[in-house]
């Protein structure tokens, strides 16, 4: 989008975003309004203080991160389990791909400005993966026994420090290997069957409720 089309709160987003990269997690209200090309008193107006904004750039992360990965992905495989391999390739290829992911999975998500939204977006990650390997224990794809809500908690926690760590490697590592670590990390956890003959490895055809 051009900076020309873009309404006022999604240039000082923008504006905010890019102040933050340079700046390695430093913001000031007057070096973002002097980036978005409006006064410093309607950033204020909009956001109503220098954390408000950082929160709504967190934010507006986490929004796209969910479009991309999350409620709004594009999955392809039928097949559960390749399904969510997809989903952590999506996940590392976004954060790569972005360069305000390190500081918003790094600094930033210990900042007070943005816990609140830190803990909105984590707790809406546990409810919605919880739901779904009680759906994939539903299918006989996990077993049952498993608990979906700790197993989600560790699952998500590993994966993220995880991420953390290749971001900030000099140089890091590369996507397909990280995707293959991760999931056979998750393939374990979820005690997954992947004889040809399993449900993992075909498509699962859900009984009428």
């Not at 240039?11 to 980036?35: F, N, P, S, T, Y």
């Not at 996940?91 to 939204?117: K, N, W």
């Amino acid at each position: 989008m051009a900076v020309s089309s873009m309404g006022t709160r999604e240039r000082l987003i923008r504006a905010a975003q890019d102040e933050l990269i340079h700046c390695h997690g430093h913001l000031e209200m007057q070096a973002v309004a002097k980036r978005a090309r409006v006064s410093v008193g309607l950033a204020y107006h909009h956001f109503g203080s220098k954390a408000g904004l950082i929160a709504a750039v967190v934010e507006e992360f986490y929004s796209r991160l969910d479009a991309a990965v999350f409620s709004g992905a594009r999955l392809t495989s039928k097949i559960w389990a390749n399904r969510e391999r997809e989903r952590i390739a999506a996940y590392i290829a976004f954060h790569y791909a972005d360069p305000f992911a390190p500081l918003v999975i790094g600094p930033l998500s210990r900042a007070p400005e943005v816990l609140d939204v830190e803990i909105a977006f984590t707790n809406r990650q546990l409810a919605a993966g919880a739901l779904m390997l009680k759906t994939a224990q539903r299918d006989g794809i996990v077993p049952a026994d498993i608990d979906p809500d700790l197993t989600i908690a560790l699952m998500i926690g590993g994966i993220r420090q995880a991420l953390i760590g290749a971001l900030i490697r000099e140089q890091r590592p590369d996507p397909e290997k990280l995707t293959n670590d991760i999931w056979a990390f998750m393939a374990a956890a979820l005690r997954l069957n992947t004889r040809p003959d399993s449900p993992c490895s075909k498509v699962v055809r859900r009984s009428p409720r």
